[in-house]
């Protein structure tokens, strides 16, 4: 048997093995910070907010592409492809410019419209249940990912600090720290990074608070220690490093709307129908992959959340 010297072996490989491994031992305790148990059984327990199970149609524990055959997008690819406008505009400037990014001690500030304001540690944090979520990411800017993530639903933190019933939606914050973060320093947007869901969006079953990917901590690129993910809404709703959660009656101004309002708008849900107004959002281009593929309505999600805007008007609310 030819041995591979483990500088070639990559983090898929690692993170397949380990898969592997786990589906023959039928272990769910296999790694100390993640385990890569299904996800759908998972319901919240919370008594004032019914749980949804979007999740029901995810691909089983050992895949190795989302549910709709998608390959994986590389580890190299997810780590080195990115948007963080707080390290640089530039994708592939990223990684190195967020390489020493302090992410301990860090803490989670959930307040606002709640009976139970908390601050969460990360050692609070990853207390909760960490599942695997295989998800499709799209950028608005047309090109797209498939990512193994692990999280936890965001449903089960609001579920602790109990919505008040005048909360109509979630605000998230990053850090700001222009001092680790030579793109604050930059003063032609607005810091820090905000954006925003309304509340049933926020308590849906696919959004996630992402705390790695890979069967790995999150690389600090990608929005270490903890960032969110919401699949059926384009990538930048995703906000990075996030330090701060508020519950609001209010509608929140996100970064984006604050910085280009005739570009983006609140609900920026993946729509192929709707072009931004400088080019369409018709098809994208899989990071990794030649051809370009047909974009999906909610991003391939639909099934699981077109409810949530029934009677909406698509188009104006973009
Ligand atoms: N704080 C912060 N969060 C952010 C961004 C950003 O510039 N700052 N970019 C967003 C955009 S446009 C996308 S597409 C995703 C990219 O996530 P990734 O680099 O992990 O693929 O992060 C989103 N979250
Ligand atoms: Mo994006």
Not at 65 to 93: A, P, R, W
Not at 101 to 119: C, D, E, Y
Not at 237 to 243: H, L, P
């Amino acid at each position: 048997m030819e041995k591979i010297p483990s500088s070639e072996i990559t983090p898929e490989q690692l993170y397949l093995n380990r898969r592997q491994f786990m589906i023959v031992a039928g272990s769910v305790a296999a790694g100390a910070l993640l385990s890569a148990c299904g996800a759908r059984s998972e319901t919240s327990a919370s008594p004032t907010m019914p749980a949804n199970s979007g999740a029901g149609s995810l691909p089983k524990s050992g895949s190795t592409t989302d549910e709709l055959g998608g390959k994986l997008t590389s580890f190299d690819d997810i780590t080195h492809y990115n948007n963080y406008y707080e390290f640089s505009v530039n994708k592939e400037d990223v990684a190195a410019l967020a390489l020493n990014f302090r992410t301990s001690p860090w803490t989670v500030q959930v307040g606002g419209l709640v009976n139970k304001p908390r601050t969460f540690t990360m050692d609070d944090l990853l207390r909760f249940t960490q599942e695997e979520r295989i998800y499709r990411l799209r950028c608005v800017e047309a090109w797209s990912m498939v990512i193994p993530w692990t999280g936890f639903p965001l449903s089960k933190l609001l579920a602790q600090v109990e919505p008040q019933s005048n909360a109509k939606y979630v605000r998230f914050e990053t850090l700001l720290d222009p001092k680790q973060m030579p793109g604050q320093r930059d003063g032609y947007f607005k810091w820090p990074y905000v954006d925003g869901l309304r509340l049933d969006e926020a308590m849906h079953d696919l959004t996630i608070l992402a705390t790695g990917l890979y069967g790995k901590p999150l690389p600090p690129q990608d929005g270490a220690p903890i960032r969110l993910v919401v699949p059926w809404k384009y990538g930048f709703k995703g906000v990075k490093s996030i330090v701060k959660i508020d519950l609001v009656e209010q509608m929140p101004v996100s970064f984006w709307m604050a910085s280009a309002p005739s570009e983006y708008g609140f609900y920026a849900n993946v729509n192929p129908e709707v072009s931004h107004p400088r080019w369409s959002q018709a098809s994208e281009r899989r990071i990794g992959e030649f051809s370009r593929r047909k974009t999906l309505m909610f991003n391939g999600y639909g099934d699981q959340v077109a409810s949530l805007y029934q009677g909406m008007d698509l188009r104006k609310f973009f």
